[in-house]
């Protein structure tokens, strides 16, 4: 996994460095300049206040991943980008532990999420990280885990006799003077998708966690797909293989919210499935979650809800009806409109608007731009304002402008 250069945690890994950090409160950015001025002032050195202001930085943002834990955690930039979030890591390892799998080698531990949760599960882990300063974080974080240890080599070296179950978490960015840089190319990802492939001819239980964007003719034959979507935002797809793959399951979306989880799951492959029917926008419009969509499930969301899609190429739904779901975000339609700036400028004037949410989907529009050209130059505020809601998508050659209400959940 990409680090952060190894003069940022060293001076951490003292007494002095671990108390100084221990008697910070959450990082405000506010508060850095005269925080580094006090403690230089108090006579420590400038690298210990630059590792340790950084670390504090970094650590009240892993509180939205880690929660409390984050506290006693140590980080890298790029390493929390690519953490996974504890709620889903707890996930991988009940996968693991409902399969029965004893010991998991966790290949590119990175800062070692997977393997906190695997090893609170009992599940004997050995952590492995090529990066030396990301090894040195995970050797911290997995202090409280009596089952995990942390091994600093190559993940593609690992001797994995005794060892039933295999989790990885490939580096799917790049470091740089200029910070991190995604990489889209899945056999450019440390290791590669064909080393995963490859341990899985193994029969032993294999879990890749992977960015959700790959594309469906990347994912391997003979694995089970699993987008998770958290709070709305797609994290993950992982490919699950042999023991930990689900029976009858290809692909799989899982949407965890402030209600809990919910998943919907198809046996067909990316190229088959449920068609489903294309019909006029009516009565409520939903927009699928975005794992739903990653998933390729959309139809299948439709025929649940007795729905349609507007376009056949675009993830708009609509129904006559109602439906409670987790898998899309209900508005009720009130009007359609062809896409034209200067009709819908009269259109926000005439109806008082001053606040304008803009949504979109098989189109150029820039939201941004667009809501300049629509809104006044100087709109009402506070209890004055007028709130509205445009779905701006494309039905066959046709743009059209769809004003909506959001449906409160």
Not at 21 to 29: C, H, I, T, W
Not at 30 to 37: E, L, W
Not at 219 to 239: F, I, K, N, R, Y
Not at 262 to 285: K, M, N, R, W
Request: glycine content about 8%.
């Amino acid at each position: 996994m990409p680090h952060a250069p190894q003069e940022q945690i060293a001076p951490l890994l003292t007494t002095e460095g671990w108390e100084l950090l221990a008697s910070l409160g959450p990082y405000r950015e506010a508060d850095a300049f005269s925080t580094n001025a006090d403690l230089r002032k108090a006579g420590h050195s400038a690298e210990l206040v630059a590792a340790v202001l950084t670390q504090s930085r970094l650590r009240t943002r892993a509180e939205a991943k880690f929660g409390e834990f984050a506290r006693q955690m140590l980080f890298t930039q790029a390493g929390l980008e690519q953490a996974t979030r504890l709620n889903v890591a707890a996930r991988h390892a009940e996968r693991f532990a409902k399969a029965g799998i004893s010991h998991v080698a966790d290949l590119g531990c990175g800062l070692g999420a997977d393997s906190m949760a695997m090893a609170s599960m009992d599940i004997s882990v050995t952590a492995v990280e090529m990066d030396e300063t990301t090894a040195a974080c995970a050797t911290i974080n997995l202090i409280p885990f009596p089952h995990a240890t942390v091994v600093h080599t190559d993940a593609t070296s690992v001797e994995l006799d005794g060892i039933d179950g295999v989790w990885l978490d490939p580096a799917r960015r790049t470091t740089s003077t200029s910070g991190t840089k995604r990489i889209w190319d899945p056999e450019a990802f440390s290791p590669p998708l064909s080393f995963v492939e490859k341990l899985a001819t193994t029969g032993r239980a294999i879990g890749v966690k992977m960015g959700p964007g790959i594309p469906h003719d990347s994912v391997p034959s003979g694995c089970e797909a699993q987008w998770v979507s958290v709070g709305g935002d797609v994290t993950e797809v992982t490919l699950w293989f042999n023991a930990v793959a689900r029976p009858g399951v290809r692909r799989a979306a899982l949407v965890i919210g402030s209600q809990g989880a919910a998943e919907i799951t198809s046996g067909e492959d990316f190229d088959a499935g449920p068609a489903a029917a294309v019909g006029p926008v009516e009565g409520f419009l939903y927009e699928p979650d975005g794992a739903v969509i990653r998933a390729g499930l959309v139809a299948d969301i439709a025929e649940r809800l007795g729905g349609h899609l507007v376009d056949e190429h675009i993830a708009y739904i609509c129904a006559p009806e109602l439906h409670d779901t987790p898998f899309a975000r209900a508005y009720k339609v009130l009007e359609v409109m062809p896409y034209n700036v200067k009709a819908l400028k009269a259109w926000v004037k005439s109806n008082g608007i001053t606040v304008l949410d803009i949504k979109k989907r098989g189109t150029a529009v820039t939201p941004e731009e667009l809501r300049k050209q629509l809104l006044p130059a100087k709109p009402s505020k506070g209890k004055d304002a007028k709130t509205a809601t445009l779905v701006l998508t494309r039905i066959g050659e046709e743009r059209v402008a769809v004003v909506v209400e959001p449906v409160t959940a």
